[in-house]
């Protein structure tokens, strides 16, 4: 007697579910992590440890959480960190992923804040704030690098991302537009343009079952 075949729908093994922090305290760890890590910008360390090391997303669903958090107010790390902490362990998640981005690095900017006081004035201290900047700056381009092949399943289409990019760095960074009115002047379109875009998708097929 033959054994019966595997049912397709449950071939998929558990093990291809993508990881989860077990615990608040495993989730404090890392965002203490990514944060300590993170001189002249913790966002590219965000993506290297919740991305690429933990694996709790995906390159699409930080993208996604990203766009969110850079539109709501107040430091889109801080948004992104408060997102992903309620969506594991609720409230206590989000109060958790907070405390271990901001506690530590807290103590250690009041303390180099002493010691840049005492040692402002050496040509070696400026010198090295200039360096940091630019490593900064690199670090960053290389998240959007990192996150670019992501925009190839993106509903709004390849050319239509690569205008608005495009459109984003002449007024940002050749016209000098305020971000708040760049968001609305560049947000806007783009958000309607996704929504019609989405919008056959999400709409049931009225045709079906007409005799």
Known sequence: MTSPAPDSTTAVPAASARPAPHSCRELWWVFNRLTLQGFGGVLPMAQRELVERARWLDKADFAEMLALSQVLPGPNI????????DRYFGWRGALTALCGLLALPLVLVLALTVVYQHYAHL?????????????????VGATALKLLPTLKKNPMGQV????????????VGGLRWPLLVSLFALGLPAGWWAWRRLAPVARPDTTEGRA
């Not at 040509?123 to 670090?139: E, K, N, Q, S, T």
């Open 160 to 171: 239509v991302c690569a205008g608005f990019t495009l459109l984003t760095v002449a007024v």
């Open 78 to 85: 801080v948004n992104l960190a408060l997102m992903i902490g």
């Open 123 to 139: 040509p070696a201290v400026a010198g090295a704030l200039r360096g940091m900047g630019v490593v900064a700056a690199g670090l």
